[in-house]
């Protein structure tokens, strides 16, 4: 079994910068794409960012291009959203995710791992 764990949220005004953290342990041979997913109370979970955990291929939603930049340190399983320029709509819990397909993916459904997720607060 695969378990991730994240880290790093927290409370910031608006044009501050975070940086989550997601530790993989267990299975995490059988991870090729990871992501960042976030969700408002009454929301559904949206894609934030995603990488693939053999190259340096990324990909991330139009809103956030520019400010937020998923990284990885393959030696210590753990993957990385560094959130720069942050504003108010951002605010959500941020949930890391891990699939064994190795494409670009974007639907929740095609990942089969998550973390218990982190809160992370925007001010205005």
């Known amino acids: 079994q695969l378990q991730l764990v994240e880290s790093g949220g927290g409370l910031v005004q608006a044009g501050g910068s975070l940086r989550l953290s997601c530790a993989a342990s267990g299975r995490a041979f059988s991870i090729n794409t990871m992501a960042w997913f976030r969700q408002v109370p009454g929301k559904e979970r949206e894609f934030v960012a995603g990488?693939?955990?053999?190259?340096?291929?990324?990909w991330y939603i139009d809103s956030v291009k520019g400010r937020f930049t998923v990284s990885k340190d393959n030696a210590k399983r753990t993957v990385y959203l560094q959130m720069n320029s942050l504003k108010p709509e951002d605010t959500a819990v941020y949930y890391c995710?891990?699939?064994?397909?190795?494409?670009?993916?974007?639907?929740?459904?095609?990942?089969?791992?998550w973390g218990q997720g982190t809160q992370v607060t925007v001010s205005s």
């Open positions: 990488t693939n955990w053999n190259n340096a291929y990324t």
């Open positions: 995710a891990a699939s064994g397909l190795n494409r670009k993916l974007l639907q929740d459904q095609n990942y089969a791992y």
